[in-house]
């Protein structure tokens, strides 16, 4: 069935400092969707992308969709200790599948 | 947030208990999910249901029954479980069903965290 790889599973970041996730899928997407869940909470929808090269933000959150739109990427700069949680990114073009997750801690 | 509430939120059962999960929605959408989300996994969906009809069954056991009394609530009853099924279970609903590249979104409950002993 459709799935989509999530990297890396795991980001200790520095505080101050960039990363980015990345979500790639074997085959064509119609759309891609963001989610982020904080320690002990659920999943809130963060945003959504839906043309092929597009490219959101949302503060220092910046969001791409390849230009095949086959893969995706949140970058976040500056990282504060309130970016610490879980970023999944979700499809849904033949089956829901969320992917595994990017769990990002944050040393000060 | 209000819009999807979840009891109980946490829940200790033994393996030969039977119990349900309750979700309530209060945003007026057609559609509920079931997620079984377990540590260091990927969200599991579980079920899926529009206006009421169950449109997609992830192979899960039978231990597992949903129910759709109606579009705003949502159970899961459980019997019979095994240590494994200890989980956080989040329900969520969208407008619309979510597929074929449906541009719609989740709403998540705060999810129960259930143990099985």
């Known amino acids: 069935g459709q799935q989509v790889m999530q990297i890396p599973q795991y980001q200790h970041v520095q505080e101050g400092e960039d990363f980015t996730t990345y979500c790639n899928s074997s085959?064509?997407?119609?759309?891609i969707q963001w989610y982020k869940q904080r320690p002990g909470g659920h999943p809130v929808f963060l945003i959504q992308?839906?043309?092929?090269?597009e490219v959101k933000k949302q503060k220092r959150l910046t969001f791409q969709f390849g230009e095949a739109k086959k893969n995706s990427s949140l970058h976040i700069t500056a990282t504060q200790t309130t970016d610490v949680g879980t970023y999944f990114c979700l499809i849904n073009d033949y089956k829901l599948s969320f992917g595994a997750g990017t769990t990002v801690t944050v040393r000060a | 947030e209000t819009g999807v509430t979840q009891t109980p939120r946490h829940l200790v059962m033994g393996m030969t208990n039977k119990k349900s999960l309750k979700c309530e929605q209060h945003?007026?959408?057609?559609?509920m999910y079931w997620y079984k989300q377990s540590a260091k996994k990927p969200l599991e969906l579980m079920f899926v249901y529009s206006l009421e009809e169950r449109v997609e069954n992830n192979s899960v056991p039978s231990r597992f029954s949903p129910e759709c009394p109606n579009s705003s609530h949502l159970f899961l009853h459980l019997h019979t479980l095994q240590p494994e099924d200890s989980a956080l279970y989040l329900c969520?609903?969208?407008?619309?069903?979510?597929?074929?590249?449906?541009?719609?979104?989740?709403?998540f409950g705060p999810g129960t965290r259930l143990t099985v002993l």
């Open positions: 992308l839906v043309k092929s090269g």
């Open positions: 945003l007026g959408h057609n559609a």
């Open positions: 969520a609903s969208s407008q619309d069903l979510l597929s074929g590249g449906s541009t719609d979104t989740q709403y």
């Open positions: 085959t064509t997407l119609s759309n």
